[in-house]
């Protein structure tokens, strides 16, 4: 299984939007949990978003949820990340990963996630 970064991030303006989406390869992505991650330099990694090979369960950190959503379209190998009233904290290099989809914790499962995409940047700033 494999990630590419379709459409990456960018530069916007506090309150702005952006949606990030990575492309899997391999017909292991539709059975396969799917998350997103962000990292400041200097901090450690964050779990931002992650669903269950469905995309009928989902997970959000406390800080983006209400804000962020994440879908997927597994006819397409794709998962997407919709950011909506970006805030300058949220600031960072965002990262698609999948694994498997035990059934287990959230946490377990973005632990085991263990197939990454490569990094994009995400600046808010006015």
């Known amino acids: 299984l494999r990630f590419s970064c379709r459409r990456g991030g960018g530069v916007v303006q506090p309150g702005g939007s952006l949606r990030l989406s990575c492309a899997g390869s391999g017909r292991a992505f539709s059975t396969s949990a799917v998350g997103w991650f962000r990292q400041v330099q200097g901090k450690e990694r964050e779990s931002v978003a992650a669903t269950n090979w469905s995309g009928s369960i989902s997970f959000y950190v406390d800080s983006v949820r209400g804000r962020f959503t994440i879908s997927r379209d597994n006819a397409k190998n794709t998962v997407f990340l919709q950011m909506n009233n970006l805030k300058p904290e949220d600031t960072a290099v965002y990262f698609c990963?999948?694994?498997?989809?035990?059934?287990?914790?959230?946490?377990?499962?973005?632990?085991?996630?263990?197939?990454w995409g490569k990094g994009t940047l995400v600046t808010v700033s006015s």
């Open positions: 990963a999948a694994g498997p989809d035990s059934g287990n914790s959230w946490l377990d499962t973005l632990e085991a996630m263990n197939y």
